[in-house]
């Protein structure tokens, strides 16, 4: 069966620092990606999908970026974290050529 | 852009009582999803309706599509504790898409 991991389940950064979110994806080959950030008030919002390999599509420009070095592996980054990026970071999958996704667990990020 | 509705927001209910929670869409469905949240966690996927008039049961959850009016509804009979969180709905925003645009969820709340 397929399962989704998430790392870490929390984190607390200074603003200003780095990112690394890793999202890991388990018994399926070829998986859509998909990056959401969930805040308060403002439901589950998409930020990043990929298709394959290296193939990332964005869809609100922000200081955030995403990176697939492989297929079951999908990573949330950022240079400089803004107060603003705080929030709850949920990655899904969903079968190639399929709609229905899976979430993992999610990442609670509070940037102070 | 499509837009998704929820309504109510938010619902208290006591135990034992049936509930409804709707999901109204701005444009044409191309296929419903729901999903079922508890606070902190991922997303869990409950089901999908595709064609007008399909009707899903999910142990006493059942969900309703009406192409016509662009909505959704999510009934739960004789609600129990473990029906609490957050019910989020989702809609492919096209026709070949295979994103899905989510609403802002209804935080459902069972009073002993």
């Known amino acids: ?112 | 852009s499509q837009e998704l509705e929820q309504s109510p927001q938010s619902l208290i209910v006591q135990e034992g009582k049936n509930l409804t929670i709707n999901c109204t869409s701005s444009k044409t469905l191309y296929g419903l999803y729901w999903y079922k949240q508890k606070y902190g966690e991922g997303l869990i996927f409950l089901m999908m309706l595709q064609k007008g008039g399909e009707e899903k049961s999910h142990e006493k959850i059942t969900a309703k599509l009406d192409e016509k009016k662009q909505q959704s509804s999510l009934h739960i009979t004789a609600s129990q504790p473990s029906h609490a969180g957050i019910y989020l709905c989702g809609a492919r925003g096209g026709n070949r898409d295979d994103k899905i645009i989510f609403g802002k969820g209804t935080r459902l709340h069972i009073l002993p």
């Open chain 1, 1 to 112: 069966s397929q399962t989704i991991h998430q790392w870490p389940a929390t984190l607390v950064q200074p603003v200003g620092s780095p990112l690394s979110l890793e999202c890991t994806v388990e018994g399926t080959s070829n998986p859509n990606l998909y990056w959401y950030r969930q805040a308060a008030g403002r439901g589950l919002q998409l930020l990043f999908y990929s298709v394959g390999i290296g193939q990332i599509s964005s869809e609100v420009p922000q200081n955030l970026s995403a990176s697939r070095p492989q297929d079951r592996q999908f990573i949330l980054s950022s240079k400089k974290l803004l107060l603003s990026d705080s929030g709850f970071y949920l990655c899904a999958w969903s079968g190639m050529g399929q709609v229905t996704q899976y979430f993992g667990p999610g990442t609670r990020l509070t940037v102070l």
